[in-house]
């Protein structure tokens, strides 16, 4: 009997930070308070300072599917021509909740692991000038695979359309100039680079979205943006806040704040650097080559080898939950996260774990193969010791 921690190695939920989880439980406190609205306006202010944006931001109880919904349902009309970018489950997220909202909207696809252009959105804009917002995923969390979404916020800037984009894991993995490269509209969730349980989403709304929203006729109630402005504002919500969870994000925040937004972002990036060398030294191919994020790296089981039996030598041997893939991609791929709370430690580990496990399944390596492709990569970036 070997003992065996419980490890979250999934791109949401990703592991917690544990002074956030801490002050979880000081949620002995009501809503419409000035202790409470004290938190709460600190959180917003600290959230529109990581995210690095002058415009609103709005937060709400709710996964991060919420955000997605509030936009479309407050900033929409039925009928409104839209065009979708789908390169995995998230885009079809988006598809899915255009069409029960109404929207007509152009999919642009891309087969999974594979990204949507600037230039295809460039032309789906010019080929219908009526099109009122773009819709993408910064990352794509099922393949890790990331987009363009400067190029992009360039292209639908030029027009009448707003770009609303879901940045659930693209914040803290990957550069976003909100302000700078016109993402009207970014969604994040507090399960992922945040390093706090599931429950709260939020979003980032631009001049030209409230003006879509002056004359959206969507119905919408719970998520009501306009009306969440206002009570934020006052800091406050308009309903009952997830009062723990605003505890462990003013928590995790200050955590981001001290470290910096663009520190987290590039540790993601090392981790996936690493992780990307490790699982190439030993033999592994990328889902997403082309363009590949750094929340989460997709990862082709060998050949004759389901992932799901990855998946499950993970837990049973290590105690550790890593992604299997989402929909078609289940058994094809496994996914290991990098955002939020990871450290190189957690990468070697799971490198060293995956060795035994592929060794044990009949892909044989060289054990250590892949631990000293990740080392190389951590001494390369000269990572200095914390005090
Ligand atoms: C996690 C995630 C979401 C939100 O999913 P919820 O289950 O609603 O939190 C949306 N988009 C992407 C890209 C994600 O990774």
Redesign the pocket.
Same mark, same amino acid.
């Given at each position: 009997m070997h003992l065996r921690k419980q490890r979250l190695l999934t791109? #949401?939920p990703t592991p917690l930070y544990p002074p956030a989880l801490h002050a979880m439980m000081a949620a002995d406190l009501h809503h419409r308070t000035e202790e409470f609205r004290k938190v709460y306006r600190s959180c917003l202010a600290d959230l529109k300072e990581v995210m690095g944006t002058s415009n609103d931001v709005l937060m709400f109880a709710a *996964? #991060? %599917? #919420?955000a997605?919904d509030a936009a479309v349902s407050n900033l929409f009309s039925r009928g409104d021509k839209v065009v979708v970018c789908s390169a995995g489950k998230?885009g079809e997220?988006w598809a899915e909740i255009a069409k029960a909202y109404g929207l007509e909207a152009n999919v642009l696809t891309a087969p999974y692991g594979e990204v949507v252009t600037p230039g295809r959105v460039e032309a789906a804009l010019a080929a219908e000038p009526a099109v009122k917002g773009v819709f993408v995923?910064a *990352?794509? %969390?099922s393949t890790g695979a990331m987009h363009d979404v400067r190029a992009m916020g360039q292209a639908v800037a030029r027009t009448g359309a707003i770009f609303v984009v879901?940045a659930?894991?693209g914040l803290g993995t990957m550069p976003l100039d909100i302000d700078g490269w016109g993402l009207d509209v970014t969604i994040g969730?507090s399960?992922?680079a945040f390093m706090i349980p599931?429950g709260l989403?939020f979003l980032s709304v631009s001049p030209k979205a409230w003006k879509m929203a002056e004359t959206a006729t969507l119905p919408h109630y719970y998520f009501n943006l306009k009306k969440e402005k206002k009570s934020g504002d006052a800091g406050e919500s308009s309903w009952t806040p997830a009062t723990a969870m605003i505890l462990a994000m003013a928590e995790a925040l200050r955590f981001i704040k001290q470290m910096g937004m663009a520190k987290l972002t590039e540790n993601a990036q090392l981790l996936a650097e690493a992780t990307r060398a490790a699982v190439r030294a030993l033999g592994l191919e990328l889902f997403a080559p082309g363009s590949p994020g750094s *929340?989460v790296t997709a990862v082709k089981a060998p050949a004759g080898m389901d992932s799901s039996t990855i998946v499950k030598e993970f837990r049973n041997r290590f105690g550790a939950i890593i992604a299997n893939g989402q929909g078609t991609m289940k058994g094809q791929i496994f996914r290991i996260a990098h955002l939020g709370y990871f450290d190189f430690a957690d990468v070697f580990a799971t490198v060293a774990a995956l060795e035994i496990i592929l060794n044990a399944n009949g892909f044989s390596v060289q054990y250590g193969t892949g631990v000293a492709a990740a080392q190389q990569v951590y001494a390369r970036a000269a990572v200095k010791p914390q005090p």
């Open positions: 791109p #949401g *996964s #991060g %599917t #919420g997605m998230f997220r995923q *990352s794509e %969390t879901d659930i894991t969730g399960q992922k599931p989403a *929340s």
